[in-house]
């Protein structure tokens, strides 16, 4: 099953879980519907657009180079955040977030998994998923501003995005594999546990600025590596993973001191 379909089914699942929970969760009190247009709006490029354009991405450059240049994301967030919100963002901040690129790029990269002559205009996938995911930042913020709801903007961003991927699963002109039994549970388990993330992300918009969210969020490689070595015996602790490491850990604790500075 390919991963264009697969997200034509993760992403619904998620949505489906937003539904079930909205009857005992959504808190109508304060709505605004300037909030839900920019939701909605959200809703159009996130996780839909991104999802297509890492999928094009790893087609044209592989899962490496699009892990690595897809790191540029938070740069995309905290310029977005000063110029949009109108964040202060601290020098140490913005360096603690260049910390961050460097050390995915360095947990990301894998040699024997670059393509050969792999650069110009094919660049602009991954960069245009940093993007989005930084104006998804940004826009979600905003409309935290007007309407203080996370749940809200899980809920219909979720239900937008699962109208863009199943509309560009049925316009595809190939045809759709055949789903089995362990596709639906490895795809609907990966959409449950995505919208939980993309939901304690929207949460965490809601309690602090983009500049403090966007370096941690972008930081997830790390956890992922630190598994794979925990958890996989073939999957040693390299040099250049160690350093990567390193520097994200670095990074994110001279974040964390930026938001309470002595």
């Known amino acids: 099953m390919g991963a264009r379909s697969g997200a034509a089914l993760s992403v619904p699942t998620a949505a489906v879980l937003f539904i079930v929970a909205t009857p ?7 709505f605004d519907w300037r909030a839900a247009l920019l939701f909605a709006l959200v809703g159009l490029i996130f996780p839909a657009a991104v999802t297509l354009l890492t999928f094009r991405s790893n087609e044209l450059l592989g899962p490496t180079v699009t ?7 938070p740069l995309f ?16 901040a913005a360096l603690a977030a260049v910390g961050v690129v460097i050390g995915v790029a360095l947990l990301s990269w894998r040699r024997e998994e670059t393509r050969q002559g792999f650069g110009g205009w094919a660049l602009l996938w991954p960069l245009s998923g940093a993007l989005v995911r930084a104006l998804t930042q940004t826009g979600i913020k905003a409309g935290l501003l007007i309407w203080a709801n996370a749940f809200a903007a899980g809920l ?8 863009v991927l199943i509309a560009a699963d049925r316009l595809r002109r190939s ?5 089995s039994r362990r596709d639906f549970a490895w795809f609907a ?3 449950v546990l995505n919208g939980g993330a993309v939901l304690l992300m929207y949460y965490a918009l809601g309690m602090a600025p983009v500049w403090v969210v966007a370096p941690i969020i972008a930081s997830s490689p790390l956890l992922t590596a630190l598994i794979s070595t925990a958890v996989l015996p073939d999957d040693k602790l390299s040099v250049r993973t160690a350093y990567g490491a390193a520097i994200t850990i670095v990074a994110i604790v001279w974040l964390m001191r930026s938001m309470n500075p002595a």
């Not at 892990?67 to 994301?73: E, F, L, N, P, Q």
């Not at 219909?156 to 109208?163: A, F, K, P, Q």
Request: aromatic share 6%; no cysteine.
């Open 189 to 191: 388990g990966t959409g």
């Open 24 to 30: 005992f969760v959504l808190d109508l009190s304060g």
């Open 77 to 92: 967030a905290l310029a977005g955040a000063s110029l949009f919100l109108g964040e202060r963002v601290p020098g140490q």
């Open 156 to 163: 219909i961003g979720y239900l937008l995005s699962s109208t």
């Open 175 to 179: 045809a759709r594999p055949r789903l």
């Open 67 to 73: 892990s690595a240049v897809s790191g540029t994301s």
